[in-house]
């Protein structure tokens, strides 16, 4: 914003014609483009729904906080930080008319009277702000949905001068705040929304805040599926135990450890090895159960081992997704999407990473309902038979193998950590095949709607693989 004094200036550079220039004395903004946000905070009403949360002690106030609040938040929105910057801003015609005032009436708050504003807020207030941010959030579904997939991620807000509870942060190398917010992955929103100080740990109430959610969304969507997404600086086992107690399905990042490290060394070393014959980067995964010393029982991690040009790198998730052990150890990614074109009748192509790329064909009709046969994306093909007990070879004609029980455990002696291969799969770490419990048989699943499909026909074969059925 700024008051321009009237002058006039001539210029005589241009032939035949003098040039004067004489600006009028009127009140320019340079903020013009608040005025599309404030219209979309009129549709949604969100500094509304902020204000009524918030109690005015006040007695007949000359400012009303709700022409405060739209103040601080729509100046922040245009880059002016500081309280310092309302002493010009209070001015400023835009301004003026975003909080609902007209560009001649007078002037906005002060920054004297927005600082006491803020200090002003209690405990009790932003309790009732996060509420709000869950409320909105809840009622944001125009029909209930079938799920919902939370992720919880923190930023850095650096901060200058003398705040409360700023700290230097030594991986942002800043003094700063740190922001946790839980959004939504459906529909983008923030869920809750928490100002910690600036050295704080990622997971400081993440359990309280995560029980809060899901048991609004429970409240009013009784069936519906939640899912946890979350990186290693909230591996904590106080938030799996919460996940597993209030029902949400994780995928949670686990700092890799010496343990990790030994059980995917091999893995490691393939993808190394097919990066430098096939010079193309490779990703393949191995998964087992896993025990940390201070876990109350084993969880499946996935590990995630990666070779390409620029060196090699592996990642860890512990899960607790059903979905998450349809995936044999040594088996690249689920479904790849296909590289080249192909009829819609058209299998998908995968890749198994003791294997060349193979294809199996899927009859277009059973296509749509191989995710719920398999409660999670397909995997496949299969190990080679070196991988595979002789009784797990497959059955004749159908390429799928018969289930098998049983369990196989492998611990170091006096270790605090506990590892167990795959149920259904071949060890990771060179132990012997393993079985599980027999579950909905894949080859059952196929079959049945081969028979009950008679457009299937022998030109299109069901499923080929020749690992364990999955459930």
């Given at each position: 914003m700024s008051l321009h004094d009237v002058w006039k200036l001539c210029f005589s550079f241009f032939r035949g014609k003098q040039v004067s220039v004489e600006p009028a004395e009127e009140n320019i903004s340079t903020d013009a483009g608040l005025l599309i946000l404030r219209q979309f905070d009129e549709q949604q009403g969100l500094t509304v729904g902020f204000t009524e949360q918030l109690e005015d002690p006040r007695r007949k106030p000359e400012h009303p906080?709700?022409?405060?609040?739209?103040?601080?938040?729509?100046?922040?929105?245009?880059?002016?930080?500081?309280?310092?910057?309302?002493?010009?801003?209070?001015?400023?015609?835009?301004?003026?008319?975003?909080?609902?005032?007209?560009?001649?009436?007078?002037?906005?708050?002060?920054?004297?009277?927005?600082?006491?504003?803020?200090?002003?807020?209690?405990?009790?207030?932003l309790l009732r702000l996060e509420e709000?941010?869950?409320?909105?959030?809840?009622?944001?579904?125009?029909?209930?949905?079938?799920?919902?997939?939370?992720?919880?991620?923190?930023?850095?807000?650096p901060t200058h001068g003398d705040q409360q509870l700023t700290f230097f942060h030594g991986f942002y190398d800043q003094y700063q705040y740190l922001v946790r917010a839980i959004t939504c992955a459906e529909n983008d929103m923030v869920v809750l929304p928490v100002l910690l100080f600036g050295t704080a740990d990622p997971s400081l109430g993440v359990v309280t805040d995560l029980e809060r959610v899901v048991t609004r969304l429970r409240e009013k969507f009784p069936d519906v599926l939640i899912?946890?997404?979350?990186?290693?600086?909230?591996?904590?086992?106080?938030?799996?135990?919460?996940?597993?107690?209030?029902?949400?399905?994780?995928?949670i990042g686990l700092g890799m450890n010496q343990v990790l490290k030994r059980q995917s060394e091999e893995l490691l070393e393939l993808a190394v090895k097919q990066q430098e014959s096939t010079g193309e980067p490779q990703r393949l995964f191995t998964a087992f159960d896993y025990q940390a010393s201070t876990w109350s029982s084993l969880r499946w991690v996935v590990v995630k081992c990666e070779a390409n040009a620029k060196g090699t790198n592996r990642r860890a998730?512990?899960?607790?997704?059903?979905?998450?052990?349809?995936?044999?150890?040594?088996?690249?990614?689920?479904?790849?999407?296909?590289?080249?074109?192909?009829?819609?009748?058209?299998?998908?192509?995968?890749?198994?990473?003791?294997?060349?790329?193979?294809?199996?064909?899927?009859?277009g009709q059973l296509l749509p309902h191989v995710p719920a046969?398999?409660?999670?994306?397909?995997?496949?093909p299969p190990p080679t038979d070196d991988c595979c007990t002789s009784s797990q070879r497959t059955d004749a004609g159908h390429g799928l193998p018969r289930p098998?029980?049983?369990?196989?455990?492998?611990?170091?002696?006096?270790?605090?950590?506990?590892?167990?291969?795959?149920?259904?799969?071949?060890?990771?770490?060179?132990?012997?095949?393993v079985g599980r419990?027999?579950?909905?048989?894949?080859?059952?699943?196929?079959?049945?709607?081969?028979?009950?499909?008679?457009?299937?026909?022998?030109?299109?074969?069901?499923f080929s693989f020749r690992f364990l059925a999955v459930s």
């Open positions: 906080l709700l022409e405060m609040v739209r103040s601080r938040v729509f100046g922040i929105l245009a880059g002016y930080e500081d309280q310092n910057d309302h002493d010009a801003l209070r001015s400023d015609a835009i301004f003026k008319v975003i909080a609902d005032r007209s560009p001649d009436d007078d002037d906005l708050a002060s920054q004297p009277t927005l600082s006491r504003f803020e200090n002003s807020v209690t405990a009790k207030d709000e941010f869950i409320e909105r959030f809840v009622n944001s579904f125009a029909e209930p949905p079938r799920e919902i997939t939370l992720d919880i991620d923190v930023f850095d807000d899912r946890l997404r979350a990186d290693s600086g909230f591996a904590r086992p106080a938030l799996y135990e919460a996940c597993e107690r209030l029902r949400v399905e994780y995928s998730v512990v899960t607790n997704r059903p979905g998450a052990r349809t995936l044999p150890p040594r088996c690249v990614r689920g479904i790849r999407r296909a590289r080249r074109k192909r009829e819609p009748q058209q299998g998908t192509e995968m890749r198994f990473v003791r294997g060349s790329a193979e294809r199996s064909s899927i009859p046969l398999l409660g999670e994306q397909l995997v496949g098998q029980h049983g369990h196989a455990r492998t611990a170091s002696p006096g270790s605090p950590h506990r590892t167990r291969t795959s149920p259904g799969f071949q060890s990771t770490s060179g132990g012997r095949s419990r027999p579950p909905l048989h894949l080859a059952d699943a196929c079959h049945q709607g081969r028979r009950t499909n008679p457009s299937h026909g022998p030109s299109h074969p069901c």
